[in-house]
């Protein structure tokens, strides 16, 4: 009988980061909504970040991502079907979800909703963030409803339902639903005034004027939703139209799914290509105002797209300081080696600033009856949306760089760095790529009030709350409102040209203010020293001497 050669023992490998609370380890997300949301008990929020770091849920997350969903166009017998088969891990996700109430639940809610929403977002991502796409556009096109009242009668009870029910129905049959959003042809994103798709009018219905929509959309996720906002081309201009995917008289919708994208992640998220063939679509709000409506959702989405980056940050940040804490080389713990603290120490300092930033837009959003957050709302959604993002992919970059070379393997999924990776570009590119969002703060900027009612005087109200702490920040600050107050008044290529430097350096003076009133002063004194003074933004591990690196990687670590 032949023996069993042991060729090495397994040592000196970090064990999966499993089992943790990923509300009770966060103290940036502890603090930021300590300070938003003063009164507010937190017991359900621990209770949320036990189980959603819990071994089940992360276990849902792997498997939706790593089972892809399958487009069933027709049965066997070629009937038209346009089904989208998901794992049950899926479902199991969504389900959580929308039990939580992170879709439209938060508009049958009174104040704080949208902050306790927001954090509750960011922890999810921590899961399998695509799934929480249909989430994000449910939340997003309920208030734009409203427009059309005997449509949001119908559907407002069910799009703020916790209950899931993926039954393909017509909403009259079902307990809960979900809403998607189509803009995107194949001829314009961005600009969507070049959309192609037309709406001619049919009749008019208790459910106001139907039209008839022919023509596709080139990028339509979540196509198993119960119904869209699509945009098509009526006689009065670019409308908006909600398209159900069943008809009230129980038929399905002429919606047919060609095929699904293939995609670098999102992986557990059908994104489809769909034809409508004389779908049935109704009018919400006047023709020719689709543009503006539109605008109106994507400021919710681009909230999401901040919100979940910072959790992809937060969780990749987690990954980066479980593993050099237990990982060993050249007889240290990799965390306690000088260069790799400064890495750790610089990537906390960025997870936290997103944290801050994009818990500062949900604030906005929950208040609106406040104008001076309405101004800020509209001046943070684009900041927020360009900045959070663009750091996103480059955190996750280095995160996974200190995992080494395992943090670049899948291992079926169960590589949640490298499915981190995968996932950041995504939240820059959809709902306003970084371009689209740097135009949109110099479009912000222009529309000047006759009073102090203006997203300039708001800035400088809301930088003032930090002023005497640092005089680095007091300095940037100043600079900064000197070139807000310029490109308020001027537009033209030169300031198009500079937009994204205007755009970053908003967010950074907005984050080091925050950092200032729910931070440690470890954080805060290294992120002025190392963004606002110097060269400024560099590549993460070049903090400069003399801070308090020990406290920051203390404040930041999971557990
Ligand atoms: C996985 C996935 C799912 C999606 N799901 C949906 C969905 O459900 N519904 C939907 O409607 N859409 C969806 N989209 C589409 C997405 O919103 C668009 O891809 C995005 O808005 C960009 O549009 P585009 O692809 O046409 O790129 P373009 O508009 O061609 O833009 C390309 C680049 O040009 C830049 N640019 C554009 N105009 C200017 C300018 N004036 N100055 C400088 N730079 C400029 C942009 O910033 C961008 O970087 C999805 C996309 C992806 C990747």
Sequence with gaps: MATMLTTHDVTNQASPLAGHNVYAGDRALRDALAFHLPDAADAHRHALGASLGGADMQEHARLANLHKPHLHTHDRFGHRIDEVEFH??????????????????????????????????????????SVLCPISMSYAVTPALRANAPLFDT?????????????????????????????????????????????????????????????????????????????????????????????????????????????????????????????QAWLVGEEGRGVQQILEMGTLTRLDCALGTAGLMRQATSLALHHTTQRRAFGKALIEQPLMKNVLADLCLESEAATALALRLARAVDRQND????????????????????????????????????????????????????????????????????????????????????????????????????????????????RVAEAADVSGPEEELGARRLAQDVALAVQASLLRRHASDAVFDAFCASRLAGQGVQVFGTLPAGLKLDAILQRAMPH
């Design 371 to 482: 104008p001076f957050e309405q101004l800020m709302r509209r001046l943070l959604t684009p900041v927020a949306k360009f900045w959070v993002c663009k750091r996103g992919s480059a955190l996750a970059q280095e995160a996974m760089e200190c995992l080494g070379g395992n943090g670049y393997v899948e291992e079926h999924g169960a590589g949640t760095m490298a499915r981190i990776y995968r996932e950041m570009p995504l939240n820059s590119i959809w709902e306003g790529a970084g371009n689209i969002m740097a135009l949109d703060l110099l479009r912000a900027l222009r529309k000047r009030g006759k009073s102090d009612a203006d997203v300039v005087h708001a800035l400088a109200t809301e930088l003032a709350t930090a002023r005497g702490a640092n005089a680095v920040l007091d300095g940037f600050s100043e600079r900064v409102m000197a």
């Design 88 to 129: 049950p891990s899926y479902h199991a996700l969504i389900g959580a979800a929308m039990q939580a109430g992170l879709h439209a639940t938060p508009w049958a809610q009174g104040p704080g909703a949208h902050l306790e929403r927001a954090a509750a977002f960011l922890m999810f991502t921590q899961l399998e963030p």
């Design 155 to 279: 559907w407002f009870g069910k799009l703020s339902s916790t209950r899931y029910d993926p039954r393909p129905l017509p909403v009259q049959a079902k307990h809960g639903v979900t809403m998607g959003m189509g803009m995107t042809e194949k001829q314009g994103g961005s600009d969507v005034r070049a959309n192609t798709s037309t709406a001619r009018f049919e009749e008019d219905t208790p459910w106001g004027q139907r039209y008839s929509i022919v023509g596709h959309k080139w990028f339509f996720s979540a196509p198993m939703c119960d119904a869209f906002l699509v945009l098509a081309q009526a006689p009065g201009g670019l409308s908006c139209f909600h398209l159900p995917r069943w008809l009230p008289d129980g038929t399905r919708n002429a919606v047919h799914l060609q095929r699904l994208k293939d995609k670098l992640g999102n992986h557990a998220n059908a994104s489809s290509e769909v034809e409508f063939a004389g779908a």
